[in-house]
């Protein structure tokens, strides 16, 4: 007789969950340092500014 174990559905659940919130928080700190990140974060100055200046115009967040 073979015993198989089967990882339970709470478990599976729970790891969905922490990755789908890891996800949420990593877009969300993505999307403040292109969007409003003007070197009080990243402690560059206009560097990280700079550097997304196109991707702020791409998302129609204002820069000037």
Not at 3 to 10: D, K, Y
Not at 16 to 45: C, H, N
Request: aromatic share 4%; charged share 10%; proline share 3%.
């Amino acid at each position: 007789m073979t015993l198989a174990h089967s990882p339970s559905r709470a478990i599976d659940s729970a790891g969905a969950v922490l990755i789908a919130v890891g996800a949420v928080l990593l877009a969300l700190l993505t999307l403040y340092l292109v969007g409003f990140d003007q070197g009080a974060v990243s402690r560059t100055g206009m560097y990280m500014h700079e550097l997304m200046h196109d991707g702020r115009h791409l998302l129609g967040l204002p820069c000037h």
